[in-house]
């Protein structure tokens, strides 16, 4: 009897371990199995939010290209009026526009000190102007097309020409800088 119990009881606690083992492994399983859904869950919100990173990355890269051709154009423009734009009594005004777009050789070939006492012979008015930009790392470049207007002061003549120019520039902390010009054409209009 003692026998009989000791093997039914040995049966019974192996029986208890089976059913342990089995059911601590079914456990284990759910378990692994509710990390894998997570896992592959995060996983896919990580992808969204990559994808959502990389559109938004561009979309600003788009926009500093965007916002540096507006930098790019508003310089160009300034340059275009403080060079061109010479009427008489304004040379102050044009060298105070052109020190701020200009860099400093720039600045010291076309304004120079002796030129302060200069006489006019010709005013020069200029139209809207057309600026195409381009950006290439610290260094840009622009294709600006105006029309210019000369009048002779002393006969009160006019001639009028479309002027297309190609302008180089460097980046100089937040500013453009035009450090060299060259005039591509310049048609007499009719």
Do not use: C
């Not at 093997?7 to 089976?18: N, Q, R, S």
């Not at 340059?79 to 040379?91: A, E, H, R, T």
């Not at 020190?99 to 050789?105: A, R």
């Not at 003549?157 to 520039?169: D, G, I, M």
């Amino acid at each position: 009897m003692k026998q009989e119990f000791l093997i039914k009881t040995g049966l019974l606690m192996v029986a208890i371990f089976i059913i342990a083992t089995v059911w601590f492994g079914f456990r284990t399983i759910d378990d692994q199995a509710t990390m894998i859904d997570s896992l592959t869950n995060k996983v896919k919100r990580q992808k969204v939010q990559i994808t959502l990173l990389k559109a938004n990355k561009q979309q600003e890269s788009r926009q500093t290209i965007q916002s540096e051709d507006k930098n790019i154009e508003e310089s160009v423009n300034v340059f275009v009026q403080s060079l061109y734009q010479v009427k008489k009594n304004q040379l102050n005004e044009r060298r105070e526009k052109a020190k701020e777009v200009l860099t400093q050789d720039m600045f010291q070939k076309y304004f120079p000190e002796a030129e302060r006492d200069e006489k006019y012979q010709y005013e020069h008015e200029i139209g809207d102007s057309t600026v195409y930009t381009r950006v290439h790392g610290e260094n840009g470049s622009a294709i600006v097309t105006f029309e210019e207007t000369i009048v002779s002061l002393a006969h009160g003549q006019k001639e009028s020409a479309q002027v297309t120019l190609e302008v180089y520039l460097q980046k100089e902390g937040r500013k453009w800088l035009v450090n060299r010009f060259q005039q591509l054409k310049a048609e007499p209009l009719n």
